[in-house]
């Protein structure tokens, strides 16, 4: 699963920086075009409204911005959408095969606010979202946390992970997170346990055999949720990136957007990359 081509929302902002510095980064890793885009809804400003010089102005503009975090060899011209945010990126990124953006953007905006354009994006985009907040940087030589629920839809992130791997050399730990409250008795949980690690090793073996010597599985016995769980690891360890897909089992409040991976994306102080398997 190669990254070609790198779509990066911006408003200008300082916050929005951080998703083009992202951006930057992945690129190198997989040799990747990166544009800029910038989206404005009808009625923001009078000077938008009609087609014509300003629209150039703002082009210029972009590409000067982006340029400043951008490495000249990867950047490709802007895109300036009149249109609002979110079906603005969302259009533009079927010709994309990655979007990277920041959680947070203009003050008083809605632009790039998390709970508006970042987790709408997340949540319908079709394709997948890196999202960065304000602290967050890619380590490429940090290991990289992947979680999934065996589900199907959990197995969507899997060529990424293979691909971004597989060019970093990373460390990947692929883990699989128990709530104690499912389970009544002791001895059939740690029985749980042998058996999900059995089945993370024969995910490893059927989907990432290329890179199984960088694999490392776990399944992770938790009081918490599995969002505060997911924060826990990345607090306590230290990872260059979470990967995980916004959908688990149907019914379960586990990789479901709206819980565990919009609360992952608000509060890990790392970049989240989230595959939504519904739009793909």
């Not at 073996?205 to 490392?216: C, P, R, T």
Request: negative net charge; proline residues 4%.
């Amino acid at each position: 699963m190669n990254i070609q081509k790198i779509l990066v929302p911006t408003d200008f902002s300082d916050m929005s920086i951080q998703g083009l510095k992202a951006a930057n980064e992945l690129a190198k890793i997989w040799d990747s075009e990166v544009t800029p885009i910038h989206a404005y809804g009808p009625g923001q400003s009078q000077q938008h409204d009609e087609k014509g010089p300003i629209d150039q102005d703002l082009i210029n503009n972009l590409n000067e911005f982006a340029g400043k975090y951008v490495d000249k060899k990867y950047l490709s011209a802007g895109l300036i959408c009149a249109n609002k945010p979110v079906e603005a990126i969302n259009d533009a990124a079927t010709d994309y095969d990655l979007v990277v953006m920041s959680t947070h953007g203009r003050t008083g905006f809605t632009r790039l606010i998390l709970g508006s354009v970042t987790e709408k994006v997340i949540r319908t985009c079709p394709k997948p979202v890196v999202s960065v907040e304000a602290a967050a940087e890619i380590k490429n030589s940090k290991p990289i946390l992947v979680t999934t629920d065996f589900s199907e839809h959990s197995l969507r992130v899997f060529p990424y992970v293979k691909s971004l791997a597989s060019k970093t050399g990373e460390e990947v730990h692929l883990i699989n997170i128990v709530s104690y409250e499912q389970y009544q008795q002791m001895t059939e949980l740690h029985g749980t346990q042998s058996k999900y690690t059995r089945r993370l090793q024969e995910l490893v073996n059927e989907y990432l055999s290329d890179i199984a010597d960088q694999v490392k599985v776990e399944v992770v016995l938790s009081n918490s949720s599995i969002h505060e769980e997911i924060t826990r690891l990345s607090e306590t360890r230290d990872y260059s990136m979470v990967m995980m897909a916004t959908l688990g089992w149907t019914g379960l409040d586990y990789l479901r957007l709206g819980s565990t991976a919009s609360n992952v994306v608000r509060h890990v102080q790392m970049p989240v990359f989230t595959i939504n398997p519904k739009t793909q």
